[in-house]
């Protein structure tokens, strides 16, 4: 019959705590956190890159060190698998006239004219500076004004040389260059345009971009920023974006005009399911934004008589002479800025996009334009789904500008900080806020991945100290434990929550606190309780992509520095005899020997092989592996503050022995004459108290006991001189 016998029912647990945490991102589309959800298993994510005409700067990195932490976030963390894109601006006016101001700027450097030709073409140049200065930007007129001073400065040497009469020939050639180099900003411009429509060979257009996308891959590197799983370069898209252009144009929203192409904003507005700037509707109609959309070499009279309206931009731009050209059914000429983005990401995802981002200065026009265009190309009323743009980066305060002479590029800024260092001062700060770049924020960073750092070496000093432990839970673990668990909840609703890092690096310093303080309260402690929570760290951050400096692990202490180690020992080992065989020594002074060879082990022999010794109270000392060069700085450190410290005694030593000198030498007067002023006009015979004030008026009996005690007070001082003086 027990055959028979059935299964007990079983209960399923119910969910405790509320509705499950899922993702949320905050989205530039609607202003608002709204939960993730992606068209596709694979998330399709299109970010802006750089346009590759100068060096990248920290603005640069805020906005890809702060999405290479998302898309790492997103993909494990989150788990969701992850196609990148980034597009590399490789054609764009900024690209053009740089390199065109470079070649010519570099030919008329090695003509090394004449010192009347140069003063000639640096007055005329000097003309179109003037006419540059008429700016409403007031950063750009700063810069304008250095570069206009800085010039004045070496013509107006150059002008003396010149006027002197005895000046020899290498001075007037040496005068010549310093204006030359000098006025490389001004003369660049002048040149250009006079000169920039001859240029003709179409290589220059390509070599300068090529130069700086390498520079730029190589920063990404040293910054950890995962590179893309596909990059995609406007010059190697051009028949792609034809036809695009082409596709849009079919569609009735795009006209071509003496060899260009413009957007027709306001048919596209029109439509009763499109909306024309989405991303800031507020800037509907801003000019000076959409000029600057356009570029410096598109914005003049002859470009904008082409447009049926100002608010329409360039999907295509006929090239003038001077400028690079790609054969098109309108005439040879060269995307514009905006459409390069639409198309690229269109070969790739097609007419869907889940997630573009970029920085919160491209969101009117270029996002704008781009939304515009290819839900024009599409018919469809929404290509991006979810819209991420990063905030703005500051320089102490400030915005960043060549012209307030603050502006860092990221070769400067890892000259001064790490990757890592750099990387959490990012994590500091929410990705979509505006974050400043100070010594501040960095040592705050600083000291927060020492925390980290610090306290990962505690946890594997704690397992050698106690091994993989089996002892009872008690309540100090009890606590810890659910210290751990209630962090680990905080960090993943942090996470949940628009990907907040600020907060969850927050609640992970509590538990890292929570954690040093249990470590520092007991000789035994749970070692596998300790290092469950430093590997839950280490992990959090490696998500966050925070390259940890080596800890050292337990590989790390094999026979790299097995002979290190031995010799050592050895010299401690011979040391320790000729301590023995010192026969004369008694006991206390082998005793301080002994200690100074203690502290010379932990100081002078272990550091170079990366082993600091801390001392602990009442047990074994805690053992950590560390960089060597890194240890190396810390004694440096702290010997120089244990000098600066000594330094500062011996100054209040030698303060005080010149007062006791001083003392010493002051004559004091005798108790009974103390009180001989003119603030009195009679005293006691005996004591020398005063007993009528100046007026003649009978001192009271209770100022004589406060003057009766002063006179005692100073009886002392005056015996003590008077011994002191026997000496």
Known sequence: ?????????????????????????????????????????????????????????????????????????????????????????????????????????????????????????????LKLHQQRLETSDQDKHRMLMDQLNKVNVFASALQKVRQKSNSSAEELRAATVELVVAAEPVLGEWLDKEKGSTVTDNSLFLTLPRHFENEYNDDMTKLNVLPPDVVTRVSEYVPQIVAFVQKIIDNGYAYASNGSVYFDVAKFDAEPDQYYAKLVPEAYGNQAALQEGEGDLSVGADRLSEKRSQNDFALWKNSKPGEPAWPSPWGNGRPGWHIECSAMAGEIFGSHVDIHSGGVDLKFPHHDNELAQSEAHYKCSQWITYFLHTGHLHIDGCKMSKSLKNFITIGEALKQNSAAHLRVAFLLHHW????????????????????????VLSAKDAWRRCGPSSTIWLESEKLLNASYDKIRISVHEALCDSIDTRTALEVLRELISEANKYINSKNEVNAQLVVNISDYVVRILSVFGVPLPAVGSDSSQGDGNLLPLCQVVADVREKLRGLA??????????????????????????????????DREGGAPSIKIV???????????????????????????????????????????????????????????????????????????????????????HRKKYEKWLQQQKS
């Open 1 to 125: 019959m027990s055959g028979n016998r059935p299964s007990p029912p079983w209960q399923a647990p119910k969910p405790t705590g509320g509705k499950k945490c899922k993702l949320q991102l905050y989205n530039s589309l609607t202003r608002r956190k709204e939960e993730f959800i992606p068209a596709k298993p694979v998330v399709s994510w299109y970010s802006c890159g750089p346009t590759v005409y100068d060096h990248a700067h920290m603005g640069h990195a805020r906005s890809y060190i702060s999405f290479d932490i998302l898309r790492r976030v997103i993909q494990d963390y989150f788990n969701y698998p992850v196609l990148f894109v980034q597009n590399v601006t490789d054609i764009d006016d900024k690209i053009i006239k740089r390199a065109r101001i470079n070649y010519l700027y570099s030919q008329y450097k090695n003509e090394e004219r004449a010192p009347d030709t140069v003063a000639e073409d640096v007055m005329e140049a």
């Open 432 to 455: 979509k806020d505006t974050l400043d770049y100070s010594s501040n924020t960095m040592e705050g960073a600083r000291q927060y991945l020492k925390l980290v750092t610090e306290f």
């Open 581 to 614: 065989r010192e026969s004369a020594t008694d006991v206390k002074s082998l005793q301080l020997k002994q200690l100074e060879l203690c502290d010379d082990i932990r100081d002078t022999l272990l550091p170079p092989l990366g082993v600091r010794l801390e």
């Open 627 to 713: 960089d060597p060069e890194d240890l190396k700085k810390e004694i440096a450190a702290k010997k120089a503050a244990e000098e600066e410290k000594k330094l500062e005694k011996q100054k209040k030593k030698e303060a005080a022995e010149a007062k006791a000198a001083q003392e010493k030498s002051k004559v004091l007067e005798r108790p009974e004459d103390m009180f001989r002023t003119a603030e009195y006009s009679a005293w006691d015979a005996a004591t020398g108290i005063p007993t009528h004030d100046a007026k003649g008026e009978e001192i009271t009996k209770s100022q004589t006991k406060k003057l009766a005690k002063l006179q005692e007070a």
